[in-house]
Structures are given as C-alpha cells and as structure tokens.
C-alpha cells in the first residue's frame, strides 16, 4: 500500500490531538512573522530607497540579494535537520533571523541594507526546511494538504492583508523617514517567539509512513541510521522525478513570482502615487482571498491524493495557469479598483498553488532526507527562481519600467512552471513505490539484526542497486551477498559495470535506487569516509604508490588516520608489512624501484594497515606479467587464510576462479550468473554459455 493512499479520510481536529496544537501554532506564528518582515521590505521599498538614494531596481536587486543567502542557508539547515533535533534547529535560526531583522531599521546605506537583509535571508531558511520536515513527521500525513495550507496560508494571510496595512499604517504614523522603526516592531517577538521554539518537541522520523506500510507497532521502531553524506543525500532526493519536475516548474515560477511582489510594491507607487498605506491596502485583498480559498483546496488535496495521488499533484499545476492569465490582465486595468480585484484573484490561485507544494514533496522525500529536500525546493524556488528572475526584472524594471517587465516575465515563466509539475504528476506513484521498498527494507534489516546470529548476517549486501550517469543507467538491480571470510569474484567484459558496483559500494558514487548493507547494517547514503572507518577499503585499478616516495614514507602517508596515536600507527605498518616480506627488507628504497608486482604489493599493504571488514580488489593482475601475477595470487591466498573477506574484479577467468571462493558474472549492470567457482572449472560447458553467451538465442 502506498503511503497515504486509500486511507480512510481523517479530520483535522484528529490529526492535531495526534502530533500536539503547540507545534504547529509555533511554526505558524513563526512563518507569519517572517511574512510580515518580508511584506515591510516589499511595501516600505520605495520610502527605503528614496531614504537611502538608490533606485528602484537597486532596492530589488538587494531583496534578490537577500533570497540567494536564504538558499544558502537552507542547504547548511537542510542537512542539519537531517540529523539533529529541529526544534533547537528552529528557534535558534528564527532569532538569528530576528536581529538582524532589527538591524534593517540601522542600515545607512545599500550596502549596509544588503548585509543585513543577506544575513537575515541566512536564518530564516529554517522556515523552508526545518519547518515544513517538523510538520510531516509530526502530524498523520492524511491531513498534510490541510496543514501545510494552514501553515503556509496563515502566514501569506498576515503577509499580504494584514501585515501591508499595519506597516503601512505605522509608517505614515511614524512619517516617511521613520521606516526604521517597524523592523524593530517586528524583530523584537519573532526573537522571542524564537527563543519559545528552541523547546519544540521532537517527532520520530516518518513514524506516519512506517505506521501506513508496515503497521502501528512499526511506527515507534526508528533506527537512527547513519547521517549520510551531503552528496549522497542531495543526489538520493534527485533521483526522485517527481521532485525533479517540481522543482524546474519552482524555478520558473520563482522568476516570475518575487520579482512580482516588489514590482507591485514600485506600481502602485509610480502609477497611482500611493504611500506605504495606501499600498497596504491595495494589496490587503490577495490575502482575504487567501482566506477563504486554503481550507478548500487543502481538502481537496488531501481528498485527492486518497483516491489518485496523480490527480493532487496536477492539481498543483491547475491552480497556477490562471495566474499566467490574471498577472497581465491585472497590470492593463484602467484604473486602481480593478488593479486591486484581478490582483487578489491572481494572488488567491498563486497562494493556494504554493500552499500545497509542500505536501506533495514531503510525500515522495524519503523521511531521512526531508532536510535535504526541502533545500533542494528552496533553492529551485528562491536562487535560480527568485535571484535570478529579480536581476533580469530589475534590469527590465529600470529600462522599460513596471509594466512591461512583469507582464513579459508572467506569460512566460508561469505557464512553463505550470506544465513542468502537470508533467510530473504522472511519477509520483513509482516514486512513492520506492519510498515503500525502502521501508520494508528497514524492516527487513531491523527483524535479521534481532533475529538473526552474527554468522547469518551478510557482511555485505548489495540489493537492488540501481546507477545511472546521467541519463545512462549503467548497474540494473546488481544483487551481492558476501560472507565472513568469503572470497568473491566479480567477472565480466569491460564496460560490465564491475567497477561502478565497487564505487558504489565504496560510497564513491550515489545509487539511484537500491540499498547497501554492512554487517546487516544500512549504509546506502553513508560517506565513503564513514565507509572507510566501518571497515570497506577498497584498492583501485592501476597505480597505487607515490612512486618517488620510499616504502615506509608510502606507508606512513597511508596510516596518516592513525597520526595522534603513534604506538597504533607503527603497530599497524607493522601488521601489515608481515603479509608482504618481500617489500618489508626494502623499506628505505623508492617505490619507483620496485618491480611492478612489488608495487602493487605496497599498494596493497597500505590499505591493509586500516585492518579492512572487507578488502575490495580492483584488476589485481591488470598490466602485470604472469609470474608476477602468480606471486601477487600468492599473497591474496595468505589473505584469504587469514580470514580475511574480499571481493575482487578480475578479468582474468583464472586467475579468479583460483582464489574465489564463489563468483558472480556481470554483463550490461546485470549479474547474470552466480555460483561457486568449483561450478565453473569444473563444468567447461556452463562455463562457456556463462562467459560467451548469445542473446540473439
């Protein structure tokens, strides 16, 4: 059953006794504050810049500015709510963000403006990330189009009503130069708000997913994992389609919807000569639109996602293409009343479109990487949508003025975004397909750790793998087991894919689909560093020495780990060189010295120093001359008797099947034979319709 799907429909008051009201008043309030800020800097725009003596397209660029940090912000965020604990996460950004939402009000010039709207922009990423991966884990994902639309619609409610006409009332109260003031007025409860959400609770990781696919008990079994790689994570969230349609449709609307806002802000200033209330007011109505359109389309969501998870993500993509429509027409009214009323309607469909973004990506995330992905949406949205759309109508703004620069941005970018998501809708079921193998995955992980004894356990289990560079899939579901003290052979022609299986399982590479076990735990999107501590070593093809370093400076570089404890470092040198004589009586010599299956030998005995779970061999024998290549069997023996459990990639079919304890022969990333060595050289015919199949038969 896919999460969320054919569930039975369940009342918002329900889902919120479930995941606590304290959590999701505190990030509403959160996000409406940040709202209100942003709305000060769109609406007080034109008093700022005539303050500070610089353009209208200088105070946008500075907004874009501010946009940019906040994508990069949400990368570091991102990663971090993937790890740690979020509510700590959350306030402490939210009251960053807060000071230095006070120290607008102090800027005396552009630049001091830039650098403190960008440090600002830093912070309030949480709002992006943290945020939205808190609210998904807390609450039953069968209410999240209605929760995230009360999350976010709340906060453009107050951002686009309320907040305009409270600052542009207190500014002409304050008077025009007295603008300074409101970012204390706002900064000064968005820091204490922040300082409350330092104390939020923190929900299991995905609990609703396990409890929908695996059951209620499931629910409460959350294995902490291993923190994965920022690259791993990043390129697990983009091989999801779903979200890589979603967030090329975020890009174009992002060029299309910020500039948007504080273009209107400069309109309604230049063409009906408004000041900052009278521009609160003109677009205090987008907001009550807002009001009444959330709770409908949040439940539609919700409905829709129930019965045919495709239909709510197209519904996404519907919302937005009147926008294209209503954006042009709003800005060729006659006059300032039918500005106001096409304005609110385009702001209404916008704002319900945006709203349900959110439930539609914390769907198909995987629950470890809700961070991560979030920050993927944020920077689609806010740094190749929001930057760049400002600079090029802030251009546009200067040179053409308001009109024509939004209107062109509009008819182009927002039927594209529309499309793009449309488009993607038809992946979100293999997509949430995935996210149920991952689980039973866990689940079956989890049930062999208690169940099973030690000698049970694979060391290594390679299940499903999928790898793609780009658009070519190189490995298709490459299965692997290996055993304590096993000798396994990789086989198979060049271009097989034997060495993009070893750099996936080194960590070197990201696999699309698939999960990687060591000693029956998941290491799938574990770093090659935390691979390399936990025992995987791997010794690559071709040469591997300094080769005008000596013997004993080759190895001390490799044992450089092991620097801070001296006694270690020797001891493992030493266990090392004992499996390699023959360049033991030659330490001080050059590497470049040494013949060349003595160089391999040296290249094999430093990664021996890190006392290896599993040694992977690539091409042991590539380059080398026979004799050479039976010494160097010689010494893989050794390593075998003494226990040690090796995977190696060996072109050579005999010299492979000579060490092998099993072998596994792949062609085109497929294995299409597996079985003991014994089986093959002692079966010439099976060993002749594995090695030269022909699949025209």
């Known amino acids: 059953m896919l999460p969320g799907v054919g569930r039975p429909p369940l009342a918002l008051k329900q889902s919120l006794r479930s995941g606590g009201y304290s959590t999701l008043a505190t990030l509403v309030a959160l996000n409406c504050l940040d709202e209100l800020e942003f709305s000060a800097v769109i609406i007080l725009g034109p008093d700022i810049g005539n303050t500070l003596d610089v353009s209208n397209g200088t105070i946008t660029f500075v907004v874009a500015a501010s946009l940019l940090f906040l994508a990069m912000g949400a990368a570091a965020i991102g990663r971090l709510a993937d790890r740690y604990r979020r509510g700590p996460i959350v306030g402490s950004a939210a009251s960053v963000a807060a000071i230095f939402t006070a120290l607008t009000g102090l800027a005396t010039s552009a630049f001091m403006l830039f650098a403190a709207r960008a440090m600002a922009g830093l912070a309030k990423a949480n709002t992006a990330t943290a945020q939205p991966s808190l609210l998904a884990d807390n609450y039953p994902l069968e209410t999240r189009g209605r929760l995230f639309a009360a999350h976010q619609g709340t906060g453009r409610l107050i951002g686009l009503s309320i907040g305009p006409v409270a600052i542009g009332g207190i500014a002409v109260g304050l008077g025009a130069d007295n603008w300074?003031?409101?970012?204390?007025?706002?900064?000064?409860?968005?820091?204490l708000l922040g300082?409350?959400?330092?104390?939020?609770?923190?929900p299991q990781r995905g609990q609703w997913e396990r409890r929908n696919v695996l059951g209620k008990e499931a629910a409460t079994q959350e294995d902490p994992g291993l923190a994965m790689s920022s690259e791993a994570a990043f390129s697990g969230i983009w091989g999801i389609r779903t979200v890589r349609y979603m967030a090329a449709g975020l890009v174009a609307m992002g060029i299309a919807m910020f500039p948007g806002r504080s273009i209107e802000a400069f309109f309604l200033n230049d063409e009906y000569n408004l000041n900052a209330f009278g521009r609160g007011l003109a677009v205090a109505p987008a907001g009550l639109g807002l009001l009444i359109a959330l709770p409908l389309v949040g439940g539609r969501f919700d409905d829709a996602y129930r019965r045919d998870p495709e239909r709510a993500v197209r519904l996404v993509g519907m919302l937005l293409l009147p926008v294209a429509v209503l954006v042009p027409l709003q800005y060729l009214m006659p006059n300032l009343a039918l500005f106001i009323i096409v304005g609110a309607v385009g702001a209404t469909f916008l704002g319900a479109a945006f709203s349900l973004v959110q439930p539609v990506l914390q769907a198909v995330f995987p629950y470890r990487m809700r961070g991560a992905g979030t920050a993927i949406a944020a920077i689609a949205l806010v740094a190749a949508g929001g930057v760049g759309g400002s600079l090029v109508v802030g251009f546009l703004q200067d040179e053409f003025g308001e009109r024509p620069a939004i209107i062109g941005i509009t008819l182009a970018m927002v039927p594209l975004g529309a499309w793009l998501i449309i488009r993607g809708a038809r992946h979100v079921r293999s997509d949430l397909t995935l996210i149920v193998s991952q689980?039973?995955?866990?689940?079956?992980?989890?049930?062999?750790?208690?169940?099973?004894?030690?000698?049970?356990?694979?060391?290594?289990?390679?299940?499903?793998?999928?790898?793609?560079?780009?658009?070519?899939?190189?490995?298709?579901?490459?299965?692997?087991?290996?055993?304590?003290?096993?000798?396994?052979?990789?086989?198979?022609a060049n271009g097989a894919g034997k060495s993009t299986a070893f750099g996936v399982i080194a960590g070197l590479r990201s696999p699309s689909r698939g999960v990687i076990r060591l000693n029956g735990q998941t290491i799938t999107f574990a770093s090659p560093e935390q691979r390399a501590a936990m025992g995987i070593q791997m010794l690559p093809g071709g040469q591997g020495v300094w080769p005008r370093l000596s013997v004993e400076d080759n190895l001390m570089l490799g044992a450089d780990a092991y620097r801070f404890d001296k006694t270690d470092q020797v001891r493992r040198i030493e266990t090392a060189l004992k499996h390699f004589p023959a360049i033991a009586d030659r330490r001080k010599s050059k590497a470049q010295e040494l013949s060349g299956g003595m160089q391999q030998q040296l290249a094999l005995a430093r990664v021996m120093l890190h006392e290896p779970e599993i040694l992977l061999i690539d091409e042991l024998s590539m380059g080398l001359a026979p004799v050479v290549v039976e010494s160097l069997r010689e010494v893989v023996d050794g390593l075998k008797s003494s226990g040690q459990t090796m995977v190696i990639i060996e072109q050579s079919v005999s010299i492979a099947l000579s060490i092998a304890d099993r072998a596994v022969f792949m062609?085109?990333?497929?294995?299409?034979?597996?079985?003991?060595?014994?089986e093959l050289r002692d079966n010439p015919r099976l060993a002749q319709t594995v090695f030269f199949r022909d699949d025209t038969l």
Not at 668 to 676: A, I, S
Request: hydrophobic content about 45%.
């Open 180 to 191: 300074r003031w409101i970012f204390a007025i706002v900064g000064i409860p968005a820091f």
């Open 195 to 202: 300082l409350s959400a330092l104390k939020l609770p923190e």
């Open 439 to 492: 689980l039973h995955e866990e689940q079956s992980e989890r049930n062999v750790r208690l169940a099973g004894s030690p000698d049970d356990i694979p060391v290594l289990h390679v299940a499903d793998v999928d790898f793609s560079y780009g658009h070519v899939q190189v490995l298709f579901d490459f299965d692997l087991k290996v055993m304590r003290g096993e000798t396994v052979a990789v086989l198979g």
């Open 667 to 678: 062609e085109k990333g497929r294995v299409h034979f597996e079985g003991t060595s014994a």
